[in-house]
């Protein structure tokens, strides 16, 4: 199995910055394709953005010159860079991982596509 723990997550300001990490383990042969997702309350789950081993990033459009994604394939850890920070960015962040390679091109990437999930981390931001 595979084992996904995410960290960063908290509160700040808007205009602020945080970087979430999430920690993989377990059989990692199997994370070719790896992403962050998040959920505010009351509403579904939606894609922010995804890498996979060959390099293709993908982000949503909403997060687009403000987010990064990253990883470490020798720490088997996933980051995401979150920069100027708004309060519509206020949700609970996932990290999840997908056996196959994804390219989702100026696609948010789908939550259908991963198998793996962890359990989340809380982000806010005020204003």
């Known amino acids: 199995q595979v084992q996904l723990v995410e960290s960063g997550g908290g509160s700040v300001q808007a205009g602020r910055s945080l970087r979430l990490s999430c920690a993989a383990s377990g059989y990692t042969y199997n994370t070719y394709c790896m992403g962050w997702f998040r959920q505010a309350p009351g509403k579904e789950r939606e894609g922010v953005a995804a890498i996979d081993s060959d390099g293709s990033i993908s982000y949503a459009d909403s997060v687009k010159g403000r987010f990064t994604i990253a990883k470490d394939n020798a720490k088997n850890a996933l980051y995401l860079q979150m920069n100027s920070l708004k309060p519509e960015d206020t949700a609970m962040y996932f990290c999840?991982?997908?056996?196959?390679?994804?390219?989702?091109?100026?696609?948010?990437?789908?939550?259908?596509?991963?198998?793996?999930w962890g359990q989340g981390t809380q982000v806010t931001v005020s204003l």
């Open positions: 999840a991982a997908g056996p196959r390679l994804c390219d989702y091109a100026d696609y948010a990437p789908e939550a259908a596509d991963f198998e793996y």
